[in-house]
C-alpha cells in the first residue's frame, strides 16, 4: 500500500518511544518490574511495540526512560534487537508532552512517530498512518479508535470533519463529550512540534499534555488527520496484562512451547508457554492460557490455569491458582 520504500523509511523515519510511566494502575506489579518489561508471552510489552515500527523499516529509535540507570535501558541494551537505540530521560513525572521535549536534541530525523511503550496496534494500521502522512503532506496523523462512553473520560476525545482532526480534549468531562472517536497515545508528526511543546501549558491534572500540543496546532492552521484501527492492546492493568497474553498465546503459541526440560508426569493443556530455567515438581497442571517466564521454581501438584508467572518466581506446592499474576514481592 504504502509507495515510499524501506530504505527511504529508514533514512527519514524514526520512531520515539515513551517509557517513563510510573505504572500506578500496575500497582503492585510495577513495583516489581516497570510496566514497559511486563512480559507479553517471551518478550516485554516495550519489544512488542518496538518490532511494529521495526516491520515497517524504522531503525533510529530514542527511547525516554525515567534515569540512566534503568532496568528498561538495560533489558534494551542487552536484547538482540538490530536497531539505533538512544535514550532521554524525564526525571519527573510531568506528563506526555514533557517526555517528548526530552527527546529534542536526540531526534534526527525531520518526521517521526511517538508512541507509548504500553500500546500495541497491528502492522497495517501503522503502514496506515504512514502512508497518509505523506499522502497527505499533512503536519501530524493520529491513531483513533471507537471507544464505548465510560472509556472516553480517561482518553483524549476527538471530533473530526471527514478524517480531519478538527478538536482533542484530554480527559473530558461528561458535558464536553463530542463523539465516540478517541485518541490512541500513537502519533506521526515532524519536528516543528517541539516549538509547540515550549509554549504548552500545565494541565488541570498538573501535567504537559501531548493531545493539547494537537489542539493548539490545529488552531493555528496546521493540517492534523485521523486513522482508525478495530484492534489494540493497552497495558493499564493486571488484568489487561492476561487479556494481552491470552490473545497473543492464542495468535502465536496456539500449542504447547517449552524451553525448559519438563517432568513426564507434567499435565499441560494448551495453549501455554514455558520459558527458560524452569522447574517443575511432580503432577503439576498448567493450562489453558499460561505464561511461565524464566527461571521460575514451580511446586509439586500446583494447578494453574489463565495465569501469568513473573521471572525468578517460586510458586509453592499445592497451590490451586487461576486469573492470576503470580509474582514473589
Same mark, same amino acid.
Given at each position: 500500500?504504502?509507495?515510499?520504500?524501506?530504505?527511504?523509511?529508514? %533514512?527519514?523515519?524514526?520512531?520515539?518511544?515513551?517509557?517513563?510511566?510510573?505504572?500506578?494502575?500496575? %500497582?503492585?506489579?510495577?513495583?516489581? #518490574?516497570?510496566?514497559?518489561?511486563?512480559?507479553?508471552? =517471551?518478550?516485554?510489552?516495550?519489544?512488542?511495540?518496538?518490532?511494529?515500527?521495526?516491520?515497517?523499516?524504522?531503525?533510529?529509535?530514542?527511547?525516554?526512560?525515567?534515569?540512566?540507570?534503568?532496568?528498561?535501558?538495560?533489558?534494551?541494551?542487552?536484547?538482540?534487537?538490530?536497531?539505533?537505540?538512544?535514550?532521554?530521560?524525564?526525571?519527573?513525572?510531568?506528563?506526555?508532552?514533557?517526555?517528548?521535549?526530552?527527546?529534542?536534541?536526540?531526534?534526527?530525523?525531520?518526521?517521526?512517530?511517538?508512541? +507509548?511503550?504500553?500500546?500495541?496496534?497491528?502492522?497495517?494500521?501503522?503502514?496506515?498512518?504512514?502512508?497518509?502522512?505523506?499522502?497527505? =503532506?499533512?503536519?501530524?496523523?493520529?491513531?483513533?479508535?471507537?471507544?464505548?462512553?465510560?472509556?472516553?473520560?480517561?482518553?483524549?476525545?476527538?471530533?473530526?470533519?471527514?478524517?480531519?482532526?478538527?478538536?482533542?480534549?484530554?480527559?473530558?468531562?461528561?458535558?464536553?463529550?463530542?463523539?465516540?472517536?478517541?485518541?490512541?497515545?500513537?502519533?506521526?508528526?515532524?519536528?516543528?512540534?517541539?516549538?509547540?511543546?515550549?509554549?504548552?501549558?500545565?494541565?488541570?491534572?498538573?501535567?504537559?499534555?501531548?493531545?493539547?500540543?494537537?489542539?493548539? #496546532?490545529?488552531?493555528?492552521?496546521?493540517?492534523?488527520?485521523?486513522?482508525?484501527?478495530?484492534?489494540?492492546? =493497552?497495558?493499564?492493568?493486571? +488484568? =489487561?496484562?492476561?487479556?494481552?497474553?491470552? +490473545?497473543?498465546?492464542?495468535?502465536?503459541?496456539?500449542?504447547?512451547? $517449552?524451553?525448559?526440560?519438563?517432568?513426564?508426569?507434567?499435565?499441560?493443556?494448551?495453549?501455554?508457554?514455558?520459558?527458560?530455567?524452569?522447574?517443575?515438581?511432580?503432577?503439576?497442571?498448567?493450562?489453558?492460557?499460561?505464561?511461565?517466564?524464566?527461571?521460575? $521454581?514451580?511446586?509439586?501438584?500446583?494447578?494453574?490455569?489463565?495465569?501469568?508467572?513473573?521471572?525468578?518466581?517460586?510458586?509453592?506446592?499445592?497451590?490451586?491458582?487461576?486469573?492470576?499474576?503470580?509474582?514473589?514481592?
Amino acid at each position: 500500500m504504502n509507495n515510499i520504500g524501506k530504505n527511504e523509511i529508514e %533514512k527519514g523515519l524514526s520512531c520515539i518511544i515513551l517509557a517513563a510511566g510510573e505504572g500506578t494502575r500496575m %500497582k503492585p506489579i510495577s513495583l516489581k #518490574m516497570p510496566k514497559a518489561l511486563c512480559p507479553i508471552v =517471551d518478550k516485554p510489552i516495550i519489544e512488542r511495540c518496538l518490532e511494529g515500527f521495526f516491520q515497517l523499516g524504522i531503525k533510529r529509535f530514542v527511547i525516554v526512560v525515567r534515569a540512566e540507570e534503568n532496568p528498561i535501558r538495560e533489558y534494551l541494551l542487552r536484547s538482540s534487537i538490530k536497531v539505533d537505540l538512544k535514550f532521554a530521560y524525564q526525571a519527573e513525572a510531568l506528563g506526555s508532552g514533557h517526555a517528548l521535549m526530552m527527546a529534542e536534541d536526540i531526534v534526527e530525523t525531520d518526521s517521526f512517530f511517538v508512541a +507509548a511503550c504500553d500500546n500495541i496496534v497491528p502492522f497495517a494500521h501503522l503502514e496506515e498512518m504512514h502512508y497518509k502522512f505523506y499522502r497527505e =503532506d499533512c503536519d501530524a496523523v493520529l491513531s483513533l479508535q471507537h471507544e464505548t462512553l465510560e472509556g472516553i473520560f480517561a482518553r483524549s476525545n476527538v471530533s473530526l470533519q471527514r478524517d480531519r482532526v478538527i478538536k482533542i480534549i484530554e480527559k473530558p468531562g461528561k458535558e464536553e463529550i463530542m463523539s465516540d472517536v478517541i485518541c490512541l497515545p500513537i502519533y506521526l508528526c515532524r519536528q516543528d512540534i517541539f516549538s509547540y511543546l515550549k509554549r504548552l501549558p500545565l494541565s488541570p491534572r498538573g501535567e504537559y499534555e501531548l493531545p493539547q500540543v494537537f489542539q493548539m #496546532m490545529i488552531d493555528n492552521g496546521k493540517d492534523i488527520y485521523g486513522i482508525f484501527t478495530d484492534k489494540r492492546f =493497552d497495558l493499564t492493568s493486571p +488484568a =489487561d496484562l492476561l487479556e494481552i497474553n491470552r +490473545a497473543f498465546l492464542k495468535e502465536e503459541v496456539k500449542g504447547i512451547v $517449552s524451553r525448559s526440560v519438563l517432568p513426564q508426569d507434567i499435565n499441560i493443556l494448551p495453549p501455554v508457554f514455558i520459558d527458560s530455567g524452569c522447574c517443575f515438581g511432580q503432577q503439576c497442571s498448567l493450562g489453558p492460557y499460561v505464561v511461565v517466564s524464566r527461571n521460575c $521454581s514451580i511446586g509439586a501438584r500446583v494447578q494453574l490455569s489463565k495465569c501469568v508467572i513473573l521471572e525468578g518466581t517460586e510458586v509453592y506446592a499445592g497451590q490451586k491458582l487461576s486469573e492470576r499474576i503470580i509474582f514473589n514481592p
